[in-house]
């Protein structure tokens, strides 16, 4: 006669669904640290954030991305690394009634191609095709004066 495997035991579907329920009530359970702590110490936890990070917080769920979304001194503190290198850009979006937010994702890319190119990245680039996909975007005219005159410092 042989016995039952332990490992293959059968299981009824009274017991399935008691295991889901319990699984369920396990996870409904686990902390959500927004939701328990003041909306202050919440937003100071996500102000060390990165930009990256911090647009994928506000991707997290929906009470994240409300809090993140509505808070703007979230974005304004990025802003202000921004507004070292593109000073007039930001000051054009900020005057035409932008958010931080919209302020900080329209300027972002721009902001670190021009650092890139003023820091000197790019001085020994002899044609096209030795720039990197990813070192351009549109800037205006005054934008490639300055990164003439860095070049011509150097």
Same mark, same amino acid.
């Given at each position: 006669? #042989?016995?039952p &495997?332990?490992?293959?035991? #059968?299981? =009824? ?10 699984? #369920? @009530? *396990?996870?409904?359970?686990? +902390? /959500? ?5 003041p909306?202050e ?6 102000s060390?954030l990165?930009?990256?990070s911090l647009?994928? !917080?506000?991707?997290t &769920? %929906? ?8 808070? /703007? ?5 990025? +802003? ?5 290198v &593109?000073?007039?850009?930001? #000051? ?6 932008? =958010?931080? @937010?919209?302020t900080?994702?329209r300027?972002? %890319? %721009?902001?670190?191609? @021009? *650092?890139?190119?003023? /820091? ?6 002899? =044609?096209?095709?030795?720039?990197r996909?990813? =070192?351009? &975007?549109?800037?205006? !005219?005054d934008?490639?004066g300055e990164i ?5 410092? *150097?």
């Amino acid at each position: 006669m #042989q016995k039952p &495997c332990k490992r293959n035991k #059968q299981i =009824s579907i009274g017991e399935k669904i008691t295991l889901l329920s319990t699984e #369920q @009530k *396990r996870l409904q359970n686990r +902390c /959500d640290f927004a939701q328990f702590l003041p909306q202050e110490l919440t937003l100071k936890i996500f102000s060390e954030l990165d930009v990256r990070s911090l647009s994928n !917080a506000a991707v997290t &769920c %929906k009470a994240w991305n409300d809090l993140i979304e509505s808070s /703007d001194s979230l974005w304004y503190n990025h +802003c202000l690394t921004v507004l070292a290198v &593109c000073k007039r850009e930001l #000051q054009y979006d900020r005057a035409n009634g932008h =958010s931080w @937010k919209v302020t900080l994702m329209r300027n972002y %890319k %721009k902001s670190n191609i @021009k *650092r890139a190119w003023l /820091d000197g990245q790019y001085s020994y680039v002899r =044609s096209s095709t030795e720039l990197r996909h990813n =070192s351009m &975007c549109e800037m205006d !005219a005054d934008t490639w004066g300055e990164i003439l005159e860095a070049e011509l410092e *150097r």
